[in-house]
């Protein structure tokens, strides 16, 4: 349980502030601090939930964690994973952090005693794997600690580090496989909640995973994962899923081969020895491709085929995607210059469905029909096909479609853009780039106690909330959220046909 009046008598001797807080895990006990209104929640950031993946741990599935002696003062967080951090000049850059490969650690945010089973929300950042942590303060778990669960962000390895493969991984590896080594970290992750989240007062039994853009990723893989079975009973994907065909064992296992002969490390051992920013920077040089790989293991078929074939890891999800993803993911500069090149553009990449692509984003309104047709032939089809995987095997499925536009100058630009909706479902938005307005507090709160709801019963419908129906197959339910939630049905159903013939094709090639 947390100690306060513990922690402010033991300052005497060990210099403690007075807002420190003293929790005993199974791992040992954590010095804390308080934060919130009336230092009402309990915030132990940077806990160690896997040995450091280092020296021959490098490209091995996580390892325990250490106990520590004494008390471990968690009030910092731990360094980034290895990543390449974002251009200055690019909408997502931040201020640099601290990286290493010595990087999994977790935080966790909590305004119970121990043992009082709150829901325990677990959030995967994005990043498109390769950038990203859970110290962003877009994540900060105060508010929806407040609001009654036990909130944990984690880190994974990134890039090269966690997504490598290799012949030789797949000879040592016992179960013929190599490659998802982060995912295999947010199931360590998950299983560190299972072990010690009542510590924090948090309830092993009802765990919800969510994330954005990779993170949702994540979160879909988890759910295609058998290794992640019974460690989560709920799922929140935003703007992301992997239902679209993903990179081979074969093929990342020659990727990595090639990588290493750039590097002149033509053995296991060799490129294990090679420097953590000197095999970094070679992955960025040789534009290595991160993903998911279907490995036989982790990832035992296409994600696709598994959740068509009912074989998910079956749980209650809320799942969606914003109105203008593209703004700030370089749509906008593919806006084409005339209506010809917008056609002879649909008529190279979609064959003989251009003419049903120009039919839903013809060259009328070229800005328009661009950014739609990014959003719908990416985070549209995934979610929605996600949605209708969850509901075909008869769990609760919920849609949602963020439309709301963060305050500013490029409002009108930028739109709901990719990762907007994250500070309202986190009720963060004193951390917008712009002073948030009422509009943007009301539905931030509305959005976060939806996301609560859902983590506390499967259902994010509440007292003073709009209803939302579940997305069934006769009843295909979702709800618009703006400066409050609108209910409506049938979200682009055009779209979603043409880039199920779109998809289909792909995976028969």
């Not at 994330?211 to 989560?232: D, I, R, T």
């Not at 064959?351 to 800005?367: I, M």
């Not at 209803?467 to 939630?485: I, M």
Request: with cysteine; aromatic share 10%.
């Amino acid at each position: 349980m947390r100690f306060l009046l513990a922690a402010l008598a033991f300052c005497f001797s060990c210099g403690l502030l007075a807002d420190s807080v003293v929790l005993d895990t199974p791992q040992g006990a954590l010095i804390g601090e308080t934060t919130g209104p009336g230092d009402s929640v309990s915030v132990f950031k940077g806990i160690p939930f896997a040995a450091p993946p280092t020296g021959n741990r490098r490209w091995q599935p996580p390892a325990d964690p250490s106990n520590w002696g004494g008390e471990l003062v968690a009030t910092a967080f731990g360094p980034n994973c290895m990543q390449e951090p974002y251009a200055e000049n690019s909408f997502f850059y931040r201020p640099a952090r601290l990286t290493s490969e010595d990087c999994l650690y977790l935080n966790v945010w909590t305004a119970e005693e121990a043992n009082a089973e709150l829901p325990v929300m677990v959030w995967i950042h994005g990043g498109a794997l390769t950038r990203g942590s859970g110290a962003t303060a877009t994540y900060d778990g105060t508010n929806l600690a407040q609001k009654g669960v036990v909130l944990v962000t984690i880190n994974y390895r990134l890039g090269v580090f966690g997504y490598f493969a290799h012949p030789e991984l797949i000879d040592e590896s016992g179960n013929n496989a190599a490659g998802n080594y982060g995912v295999l970290d947010q199931i360590k992750a998950l299983q560190w909640v299972q072990s010690n989240i009542a510590a924090f007062g948090g309830d092993p039994d009802n765990v919800t995973i969510f994330g954005e853009s990779a993170g949702s990723w994540s979160v879909n893989l988890l759910a295609a994962s058998p290794l992640a079975k019974g460690l989560f009973h709920k799922a929140i994907g935003e703007s992301g899923a992997r239902l679209d065909p993903r990179m081979t064992l074969g093929q990342a296992a020659s990727q990595g081969a090639s990588l290493g002969e750039s590097l002149n490390a033509n053995s296991l051992q060799a490129l294990r020895a090679v420097p953590a920013l000197d095999l970094h920077n070679a992955a960025v040089e040789t534009r290595f491709r991160t993903d998911g790989i279907v490995d036989g293991w982790v990832i035992p078929d296409q994600p696709f085929n598994l959740f068509s074939e009912g074989k998910q890891n079956k749980v209650p999800a809320l799942i969606g995607y914003n109105a203008e993803e593209g703004t700030t993911l370089g749509a906008l500069s593919r806006i084409p210059e005339n209506d010809d090149v917008h056609i002879s553009r649909a008529r190279e990449i979609y064959g003989d469905l251009a003419d049903e692509y120009l039919q839903l984003y013809p060259a009328s309104d070229l800005r328009k029909s661009t950014l739609d047709g990014y959003r719908d032939g990416g985070f549209g089809w995934n979610s929605l096909t996600w949605v209708r995987m969850t509901a075909n095997v008869d769990e609760d499925a919920y849609l949602y479609f963020f439309s709301h536009r963060p305050p500013g100058p490029m409002q009108d630009e930028l739109g709901a853009y990719h990762a907007a909706e994250i500070a309202y479902a986190f009720d963060n938005t004193h951390t917008l780039r712009n002073p948030a307005t009422a509009e943007d507090r009301q539905i931030a709160d509305i959005m976060s106690d939806y996301w609560v709801n859902f983590a506390r019963t499967g259902n994010p419908n509440g007292t003073g909330l709009p209803q939302w129906q579940p997305y069934t197959r006769a009843d295909p339910n979702y709800v618009e959220l703006n400066v409050t939630a609108r209910p409506d049905s049938d979200l682009t159903p055009g779209a979603w046909d043409l880039f199920d013939k779109v998809m289909q094709q792909r995976r028969q090639r």
